[in-house]
């Protein structure tokens, strides 16, 4: 089993990065909003509602073998989709005029852009520290608020994520009705701090009800920033250094989870079930303000809004913005 996880997550570690970067070469520059904000809807749909829904039938009708076995040709389908798309003359004209780089060369190039630009490396380098802290204790004590805190079963845990889900879907909707925020940068601060400092209210709950509705208020604003940080980064970054800086943001964003969940038993054995997710929620959310407050961040919307305006050409470093 770790084996297959393993390779599982070295296959998504290419496909996550790229999945970002091929978007601009897909949708034109106006509906990249839009695009995002239609992925965000279709996830959390899949994920947390319609998945785990037709996996339970396969598994009662069909036997659980089969289920994993029907799981993989999902996998076929979505690479016969993946093979059906047709990239823009952009892109076809990218290829013919970049020469090909070695792996090493194209890593060190991300490496050195993303470290020109504070509202890069500060995303990174404060999501990283907040997914420590916070995201551990919520995926691993929130199933064992529900069985041991409240007492409630595997339907009343599916009803949880379920309203995370549609608190996804819901922020979703409304980013592709009413469109990306003019301050971007600190939308997405503010946002990702109140859904981080959400996590706090998984350790107030007393009744179902209460975790539902923290499920709800972490998921969307959580999906809020990711649909404008996610356009931001496609609009703001060269095509050629899209995959790079993707690949950078998965790498250092996530880099730390694995030791957040192996903290999560003992942190919550010595504090408590509920203090380890209180203090998570608190300390998440500090860590996650505290990146709008590096020099620099707050400046880039307004050269952004310059930039997209055109009175501006982009500038070479944001981190020299203040």
Do not use: C
Request: hydrophobic residues 55%; proline residues 5%.
């Amino acid at each position: 089993m770790m084996v297959i996880v393993a390779i599982y997550g070295s296959a998504q570690a290419f496909f996550d990065p790229a999945s970002d970067a091929i978007l601009p070469e897909l949708v034109p520059d106006a509906q990249l909003g839009q695009a995002n904000a239609l992925e965000q809807v279709v996830r959390p749909l899949a994920l947390r509602l319609a998945g785990p829904a037709v996996g339970g039938v396969l598994v009662g009708v069909v036997g659980l073998d089969a289920a994993f076995l029907a799981d993989a040709a999902t996998f076929m389908f979505s690479a016969a989709a993946l093979w059906s798309m047709s990239a823009s003359s952009s892109l076809a004209s990218l290829g013919a005029e970049e020469p090909l780089e070695r792996a090493t060369s194209q890593a060190l190039a991300g490496w050195s852009y993303v470290r020109r630009h504070v509202w890069l490396w500060g995303t990174f380098a404060s999501a990283a520290v907040a997914y420590l802290l916070f995201m551990g204790p919520a995926e691993v004590l929130v199933p064992f608020m529900v069985k041991h805190e409240l007492h409630g079963s595997g339907v009343q845990l599916g009803l949880v994520l379920g309203a995370g889900g549609l608190g996804s879907v819901a922020a979703a909707l409304a980013m592709t009705r009413s469109g990306l925020p003019s301050r971007s940068m600190s939308f997405i601060y503010a946002v990702w701090t109140l859904g981080t400092l959400a996590v706090a209210g998984y350790g107030l709950a007393t009744a179902m009800w209460e975790l539902m509705l923290a499920s709800v208020a972490f998921n969307l604003l959580e999906t809020s920033g990711t649909i404008v940080w996610a356009t931001m980064k496609q609009r703001h970054v060269p095509a050629r250094m899209m995959g790079r800086v993707s690949s950078l943001d998965w790498l250092i964003s996530i880099g730390l989870l694995p030791i957040s969940f192996a903290l999560t038993a003992p942190l919550s054995a010595a504090l408590g079930v509920r203090a380890t997710l209180i203090g998570a929620g608190v300390a998440g959310a500090a860590v996650t303000l505290g990146g709008l407050m590096l020099p620099g961040m707050r400046a880039v919307d307004r050269l952004m809004a310059a930039t997209a305006a055109g009175r501006v050409s982009p500038p070479a470093s944001t981190a020299q913005a203040s």
